[in-house]
């Protein structure tokens, strides 16, 4: 069946980076995009951009831009989120979540997330 | 930036009672517009996509309505597996999920 299984849980120290992985299975990695979205204790959830298995694009939210990557290992089924210069503020339960497509027009369009990865805690504290 | 304002924050209600989510976009989104259940320790799953559409395994009770800036999901008759708290999100420029509604046991 189709899976994301994510890497463990990462404690770190502010002004660190951290590399989060999401293995995908069940279907053809490069066919889909993967969104990230992370979740801070007890709040909501927040978009932070995604990456086209595929071609390896990326789009990134506003609020990461500069210090969040996406890269991708197509021979592994893989991607990877990189956050640098960690605050507290980051401190957050990461998501990996593949596109919902949706048939329309003759094209299918990537219209909500459909399959979410188990969650990837990271602490921030020094 | 899209700001998604999602009314009730909580909604206290029995099994078997309707239940009526709001979310209002800050400019308009089209119908391009997901809903997601999440409960406690688990990832959010997908209801509802562009507004009105049942995802796929969704039960017939999930709905959802409108356009442009004002929307909603209705659960017809809870289920005591519907409790928990439910978020809208956004696809008309970038991607921005509204701060969520929680759907408690009265």
């Known amino acids: 069946q189709v899976q994301l299984v994510q890497s463990g849980a990462e404690v770190k120290t502010p002004g660190a980076s951290v590399k989060i992985s999401c293995k995908a299975s069940?279907?053809?990695?490069?066919?889909?995009?993967l969104h990230w979205v992370r979740q801070a204790p007890g709040q909501g959830l927040e978009w932070m951009g995604w990456?086209?298995?595929?071609?390896?694009?990326?789009r990134y939210s506003q609020k990461f831009q500069g210090r969040v990557t996406f890269t991708r290992d197509t021979s592994a089924s893989t991607a990877y989120m990189e956050l640098s210069s960690l605050r507290s503020e980051d401190t957050a339960l990461y998501y990996c979540?593949?596109?919902?497509?949706?048939?329309?027009?003759?094209?299918?369009?990537?219209?909500?997330?459909?399959?979410w990865g188990q969650g990837t805690t990271v602490t921030v504290s020094s | 930036e899209f700001v998604l304002t999602q009314s009730p924050a909580t909604l206290s209600l029995s099994p078997g009672e309707r239940a009526t989510l709001s979310c209002r976009a800050s400019?308009?989104?089209?119908?391009?517009l997901a809903w997601y259940q999440q409960k406690p320790g688990q990832a959010p799953r997908l209801l509802i996509y562009?507004?009105?559409n049942r995802a796929t395994g969704i039960p017939a009770r999930f709905s959802g309505s409108g356009s442009g800036t004002d929307f909603t999901l209705t659960i017809s008759s809870l289920e005591p597996e519907d409790f928990a708290v439910y978020y809208c999100?956004?696809?008309?420029?970038?991607?921005?999920f509204g701060g969520g509604t929680k759907v408690e046991i009265k």
């Open positions: 999100q956004q696809r008309s420029d970038g991607l921005t």
């Open positions: 069940g279907y053809t990695f490069t066919s889909y995009t």
């Open positions: 562009d507004a009105s």
């Open positions: 400019q308009s989104v089209g119908s391009y």
């Open positions: 990456i086209n298995c595929g071609n390896g694009n990326t």
């Open positions: 979540a593949r596109c919902f497509y949706h048939y329309d027009s003759n094209n299918y369009y990537c219209v909500a997330m459909g399959v």
